[in-house]
């Protein structure tokens, strides 16, 4: 019997067994907490995060009447435009070439050559545009007439809402055969 009483708990035989509802209730509570935590940090961090991840965004600039541009006539027209790249929103002053075509249809130009990344001009008494780098030559269509380009001029996304003129500028990388936006 002796054997038998020391197997017995102190204080009238109460303990703490291992799996009691104490514990339990200990780790239900972490677990719920952890859940919430979790539950608040996903949609903080991603607030904070995505726009490190999403290309730049761009918006419709109007940049004047469609019913001023000479048809058939380059003209170069310029412009605000703001552009968001993450966190970072720049206001930046831009320009572009617009050539009305004779039907009415609007055929707007990045204003960097695709050979270098230079600034080109129209040249009204040779009826081209002409680079000054290096000596690329396009027609009032963008189409290559001479030098090093290696494509066409770029095209711009545009659009005629009431009679203004809308475009989204792109910037592209020059150099390339191909048109590849940056």
Known sequence: MNHHQSDQQPNGGFSTPVGSRRTFFHWVTLAAA??????????????????????????WVDVGAVDELPPGHPTQLDHVTTVRDGWLEATSHKAVWA???????????????????????W???????LCPCHGSSYDVNGQVLGGPAPRP???????????????MYKDFKSGLAQSVEL
Do not use: N
């Not at 539950?39 to 918006?59: C, D, E, K, Q, Y």
């Not at 004779?102 to 001009?121: D, M, N, W």
């Open 153 to 167: 001029l770029d095209t711009l996304p545009s659009k005629v809402e009431g009679g203004r003129l809308l475009v």
């Open 34 to 59: 952890g859940l919430v935590g979790v539950g608040l940090a996903v949609p903080l961090l991603s607030t904070l995060i995505s726009p490190a991840f999403m290309r730049r965004r761009r918006a």
């Open 123 to 129: 040249d009204e008494t040779e009826k081209k545009f």
């Open 99 to 121: 050539v009305k075509q004779a039907q009415g249809e609007v055929k707007v130009f990045s204003p960097i050559c695709t050979h270098l990344g230079c600034g080109y001009r």
